[in-house]
């Protein structure tokens, strides 16, 4: 799922989501199923027949990941998917990270808020283009000495060279 998202604006919620399906190779009975559940799950039964340009940016956010993972992919990676939406629609979007990988979905996520990386199970930091940190929220802190996510990022970006393009 990439960071500006991959829906059709000029299509309506439930042909965004058949379309996916069928780029996907599910069946046609299966799009139909799904298509009801997921419309059920993400509270947008009401709004199927909603060109997706009109909705709001949170929404077109969960959309977007739920399409992403219609067809059950063993991987998904996501590009600062969070960015530029309101706090509650983000706890909303890890909410269904969540349950993506309680499905046996492994996610990836790119992003550049610190208290996101606290969410994950594995985290890896990279400075100058190269991995510096890598292991879980927990231990990372323990290695720095550190109380959040975020002073571990600062003490390593304090590293960075910086060099003039």
Request: net charge negative; glycine share 6%; aromatic share 10%.
């Amino acid at each position: 799922m990439s960071q500006k998202f991959s829906l059709y604006e000029d299509l309506k919620v439930w042909e965004n989501i058949r379309l996916f399906g069928g780029i996907y190779g599910m069946k046609e009975v299966d799009i139909e199923q799904k298509t009801e559940e997921l419309l059920q799950q993400l509270g947008l039964t009401a709004e199927r027949n909603t060109l997706v340009k009109s909705l709001p940016l949170g929404w077109k956010q969960r959309l977007a990941f739920s399409v992403a993972i219609f067809h059950e992919p063993k991987i998904v990676f996501l590009d600062e998917p969070t960015g530029g939406v309101d706090p509650l629609a983000r706890k909303q979007f890890w909410e269904l990270i969540y349950q993506a990988a309680d499905r046996g979905i492994t996610v990836f996520v790119t992003t550049h808020y610190m208290d996101e990386a606290e969410y994950c199970n594995r985290i890896s930091i990279m400075v100058d283009g190269r991995i510096e940190a890598l292991d879980t929220p927990s231990r990372l802190k323990q290695k720095f000495n550190a109380t959040s996510m975020d002073d571990v990022f600062q003490q390593l970006a304090r590293k960075a060279l910086r060099k003039a393009d």
